[in-house]
């Protein structure tokens, strides 16, 4: 199995940007497609992005698809969610999981601990 740890979480101001990185150990990771989820206070998980095994076919919520990036370094063991323009509406914790096969909106197997991302106006 694969453990999944995320960092680079923070505070910033609306407008700003900030980069989450996601490291994982334990397994290749090109085993695995990717994804990024987010829970706002007093809601549930929503999915956010997810990537496919190499990269090159990645998936948006509809809220984030203009101002989110997703991307994976899979010789690092690394994959990472850039986020732009960022509103108070994105404030969350942000959690990355991974799944073996293809990538869904929903059903993940491994999960990182989240990490804090709180946008002031």
């Known amino acids: 199995q694969v453990q999944l740890v995320e960092s680079g979480g923070g505070s910033v101001m609306t407008g700003d940007s900030l980069k989450l990185t996601c490291a994982a150990s334990?397994?290749?990771?090109?085993?695995?497609?990717l994804a990024w989820f987010r829970q706002a206070p007093g809601k549930g998980r929503e999915f956010v992005a997810s990537?496919?095994?190499?990269?090159?076919?990645?998936r948006y919520a509809p809220s984030v698809e203009d101002r989110f990036l997703i991307t994976r370094n899979n010789a690092m063991s690394e994959f990472y969610l850039r986020m732009n323009r960022l509103s108070p509406e994105d404030t969350a914790i942000y959690y990355c999981?991974?799944?073996?096969?293809?990538?869904?909106?929903?059903?993940?197997?491994?999960w990182g601990q989240g990490a804090q991302v709180t946008v002031s106006s």
């Open positions: 990537i496919n095994w190499n990269g090159d076919s990645a």
């Open positions: 334990g397994r290749p990771l090109y085993l695995y497609a």
């Open positions: 999981a991974a799944r073996p096969g293809e990538p869904t909106d929903s059903a993940y197997d491994y």
